[in-house]
């Protein structure tokens, strides 16, 4: 028969709930009890499970993960992340995709927080116009540790971990000035989003940097996804004044962007130049060597993890931590200015 907690007490000739205390570390015990009980546990080979640890804590031995495109390889790296840490540290994940909806986010908390998890990381999604304020209400009193990854929530104070995104656009944007191009397009995501806010803010800095006048005809309002991309870029194609580089703010508008440039028989870069955000390895693969912003999407799961670990222990001091990581930009040719003869 298995050992209990009860034969744990009942031979240490304590409570179930100061075994319980130093099963989870947790609360005041003294240290011959405490010795005294893991020396029974030992001689018992008692091993406590996952199951018995969350009965002791009325929380599951996991933590939840809020995501808004599962699809978006962006998000695969944070979550592998945020995966290598948690199993470290005996920790489990459910995972959920909230299709970029609030409402759906909303829900997704709501559930997660009746499976006794003892965390949230998220990336906020950005799909509604309006901020919801009943999704404000549910993060703020959910009752666990909240932790963001690249995304705000408005009038809300959490820690979190995000990418320097006005650093690498401005990067990006000013590598493209560097090779004579002036008229330079811009794909945003929605700007209701922190990222694609700051992003334009550093397009908007190079430009000015280099005194180059921002166009508006030159900015363009995506959505993150392929297809707006693609969308985006056969609508600049068609413009009379035309810009000679694009640089695209996401990693599935930049593999639309490139699509739509094929299709029009347009060379990268001999007739248009082109900066990502992201790597986006299906393109490298298809020999469409893509300079791109490479964004510490990883490093800010990693970081994610170990700001929600902190909040946990009760070693944050109670204080909100932002973290912000810095990005790198990876030249691979196709920002170069090659045969264009307007140098306007």
Known sequence: MAVTISDIAREAGVSQATVSRVLNKSGYVKEETREKILEVMKRLNYSPSAIARSLSTNRTNTIGVVVPDINNPFFGEVIKGISEVADKHGLNIILCDTDES?????????????????????????????????????????????????????????????????????????????????????????????????????YKKALAMNNIPVEDKYIFIGDYKQSGGYNITKNILKMEDRPTAIFVSSNMMTLGCVQALMEEKIKIPEDMAVIGFDNVEILNIAGLNISYINGPNKEMGKKGMELLLNILNNKDNGETKTIILPTELVLNGSEKKISFTDKS
């Open 102 to 202: 609030i409402q759906k986010e909303v829900k997704a908390l709501k559930v997660l927080k009746e499976q006794r998890i003892q965390g949230v990381i998220i990336t906020p999604s950005s799909a509604e116009d309006e901020f919801n304020s009943e999704y404000l209400n549910v993060l703020e009193n959910i009752g666990i540790p909240v932790v963001l990854i690249d995304g705000h929530v408005k009038y809300s104070n959490f820690s979190g971990v995000f990418a320097d995104n006005i650093k690498g656009a401005f990067d990006g944007v000013e590598a493209l000035i560097k090779n004579g191009h002036k008229k330079i397009a811009i794909i945003t995501g929605r700007m209701n989003s922190r990222p694609a806010q700051d992003r334009l803010l550093g």
